[in-house]
């Protein structure tokens, strides 16, 4: 997601892709905003793919390789949460995998992928054109709390985190290789992105989503991929959770002392952007601030 107008094109490049163990690749973001991390990750009889790409031209690109890698196993897919770059390419692999997803994304792209679906759309035209031709999928199954999908001698947990980033935020763990596939819940590289929009959303929660950050780092993977940066180790849930704690104890010592809203957010910007003068997502801190005073107690 950004909070300003795109210039470039958010496409899925197939290429580098990364080797995270055995039957297990991603291909990488390579930086570029608005393209997430995907995941393939194989076992004795079936694929699950993690991510789609915005729209389904990339999608289109994520099934095809898919499908290489597959050489004939059958294909699942799965998202992160259904915002556009990660989830609004599922109607590609209609017929092709099994798309299964935790009960509050699916209510979350039911409910609100129209709404995004017009919001994207307005930040440039590389976006709006990856977005042509979207239909909403409807996900195949759907599962409540956890679902172990066997993949054939590999099983990989899938887990609904509660609310955090979205309300349907889900995490995919692969246990046998000690990844951790995150989403928006982790980014690398740059400041937690807050889809903090007002009146219209505002179903990010910064207090729930350092608890999940407390519970993800308490399961110490090996491997992180956070849904935009660089694949990590396990600091970077560290660094989330130092950030977000961080965040929010300099935003409600200000919103204590009765500072105004602009003031609170242009100290705190500058404060955070001195402490990490080499992330990405600047924009994104002030709509933190946002969400941390509507959490104020």
Known sequence: MSS??????????IRQVQELG??????????????PNIGVIGGNHSVLVVETGMGPRNAEKVLAFASEYAKGRKLYLTTTHFHPEHAFGAQVFAGEATYLVNGAQAADLAGKGPGYLEMFRGLGTPVARQLEGVELATPDAVYDDTYELDLGGRVVRMRATGRAHSKGDQVVTVPDAGVLFTGDLVEAGQFSIFPWFPPYDVDVSGLRWIEVMRRLIAT?????????GDISGPQVLVDVRDYLELLRDETWVRRDSAMSTETIVAEVEA???????????????????????????
Request: glycine residues 10%; proline residues 10%; aromatic residues 4%.
């Open 4 to 13: 300003e107008p795109l210039t470039h094109e958010p496409v899925v490049e």
């Open 22 to 35: 055995r039957d297990l690749v991603v291909i990488p973001n390579r930086g570029v905003e608005l393209v």
């Open 220 to 228: 110490d993977p090996r491997v992180v991929v956070p849904g935009h």
């Open 271 to 297: 404060l955070m952007i001195r402490r990490h003068p080499e992330w990405a997502g600047q924009g994104w801190i002030e709509k933190g601030v946002g969400c941390f005073c509507a959490e104020h107690a």
